[in-house]
């Protein structure tokens, strides 16, 4: 069987700007006679397909076309350009608003979207009471939608969403509504869902949530598709898009051609570096070697749980820079940010550096996670004009080892240590 279940093909999307309403009164008068519009391009020439059962995040700064795709693949908006191929049933919880009649109350509305989801009353009808056990909102279900706050909202729009057994599920941010709670229980279906081989869209601004739940990841930049692929891949680089200005774009670091890489491990063999290691900066200060030592000053790639290591971070000035920042970030495999800090938000002092000064930074850390493998990012940037500005970001650049010591089998991320005492029973005199 065919597993593609979204084929996009050179699809562009350009929307007609009126600069007033009354122009697009008289451009229909006109009939083309004279033109009362401009033409902006919202998606330019995009193709992709997407397979049965993947688990897509679409990520992107405001404006960068993500919601114009989803809203053309639900087949809400028709393209310019290009065509789009779809198999299967279509859920869609697009933006606030949609979908859901306001008049209408949650009751009503939940039937509207199963007829117009081609599901009739009476299979509605079976799948009510799980609907409003999900979205879990009372005695609202029966008031109209427009007396909804807009978690309420969502809450009952992804219930409706997902129990119509969709073949692919689109959720557009909707979900940054909800409270902690409800997203989680959010999350879990969609990835119950996904197990059983729905295709998962989901566009976020939590790149978090794109690293962790994502098979794949877009990345969507003035209209085009700049790239796609592993999500933690995709999100390092957009990390660069959302740092570089037009007039200042940052440099790119290939591997093989970073500056002194001189970074050493084990018996001072050269290390094998995370495959994906991900730089970028201005590069007008580097970071130049990385040490990572145990507590006797040797070079260590894995370490004992709770262990403490000292790792040293050798940067360059290659310009007077008046408020440098020294940072460390730690990352699960799966891409969770374990721990992140720097030397700004400890509230170090600021040391200005000279053009050519050669700095070591230590980073004193104990490493009071569970056994399992964890990536090392370092950063050098520096503050201006309070925001920051990438010199040298080097992510994922080091895979740090973490063994168990003992057979513990405890389980989770942070390794805490816990004391389990078991006290003999206490006979309670009477
Ligand atoms: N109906 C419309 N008419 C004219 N321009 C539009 C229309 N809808 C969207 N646009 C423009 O198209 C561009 C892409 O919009 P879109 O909503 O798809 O971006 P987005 O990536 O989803 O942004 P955000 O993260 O802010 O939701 C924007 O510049 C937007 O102003």
Redesign the pocket.
């Known amino acids: 069987m065919d597993s593609t279940t979204i084929n996009v093909k050179n699809v562009s999307k350009v929307?007609?700007?009126y600069n007033k309403p009354q122009d697009r009164l008289k451009q229909t008068l006109f009939r083309g006679r004279k033109q009362y519009y401009h033409e902006?391009s919202?998606l330019k020439d995009i193709s992709f397909t997407i397979h049965r059962g993947e688990f897509v995040g679409i990520i992107?700064?405001?404006?960068?076309?993500?919601?114009?795709?989803l809203q053309l693949i639900a087949g809400t908006l028709t393209p310019s350009e290009g065509e789009i191929k779809v198999n299967g049933r279509i859920s869609a919880l697009l933006e606030l608003g949609s979908g859901f009649n306001p008049e209408f109350t949650g009751r009503e509305n939940v039937f509207l979207n199963g007829a117009i989801l081609g599901i009739s009353r009476s299979e509605m009808e079976k799948r009510y009471e799980d609907i409003v056990n999900f979205a879990d909102i009372g005695d609202y279900i029966d008031q109209p939608v427009k007396t909804y706050s807009s978690g309420m909202y969502v809450r009952l729009a992804f219930a409706v969403a997902i129990s119509v057994d969709p073949d692919i599920l689109i959720v557009?941010?909707a979900l940054a509504v909800g409270d902690g709670r409800f997203q989680l229980k959010c999350f879990e279906r969609i990835k119950a869902m996904k197990e059983a081989g729905t295709t998962i869209l989901l566009?976020s601004?939590d790149l978090q949530s794109i690293r962790q739940f994502c098979d794949v990841c877009y990345l969507?930049d003035k209209?085009k598709l700049l790239e796609f692929g592993n999500p933690n891949e995709v999100v390092n680089h957009y990390t660069k898009v959302l740092f570089s200005k037009e007039d200042k774009p940052l440099v790119e670091v290939k591997s093989q051609e970073a500056p002194s890489e001189s970074f050493k491990g084990a018996n001072n063999n050269k290390l094998e570096k995370a495959v994906q290691e991900y730089r970028y900066g201005s590069q007008e200060g580097i970071i130049e070697n990385i040490e990572i030592l145990n507590d006797n000053g040797e070079p260590v790639t894995s370490i004992d749980t709770c262990d403490q290591v000292i790792i040293k971070m050798k940067v360059k000035a290659k310009k007077n820079i008046s408020k440098p920042i020294y940072a460390l970030t730690i990352k699960s495999i799966k891409g969770l940010e374990v721990y992140g800090t720097n030397s700004y938000f400890q509230n170090y002092p600021f040391e200005p550096l000279k053009e050519g000064e050669v700095l070591e930074v230590q980073f004193i850390q104990r490493v009071s996670l569970m056994p399992g493998n964890y990536f090392l990012s370092f950063g050098f940037v520096e503050l201006v004009d309070g925001e920051i500005v990438p010199l040298d970001r080097r992510y994922d650049f080091f895979e740090l080892k973490v063994l168990s010591k003992e057979k513990d089998r405890s389980f989770g991320i942070a390794n805490l240590e816990t004391n389990i005492l078991i006290k003999s029973p206490v006979t309670e005199v009477k």
Request: a neutral charge; hydrophobic letters at 30%; proline letters at 0%.
């Open positions: 929307y007609k700007i902006f919202a992107g700064q405001n404006g960068s076309g993500k919601s114009t795709l557009d941010e566009v601004h969507f209209g």
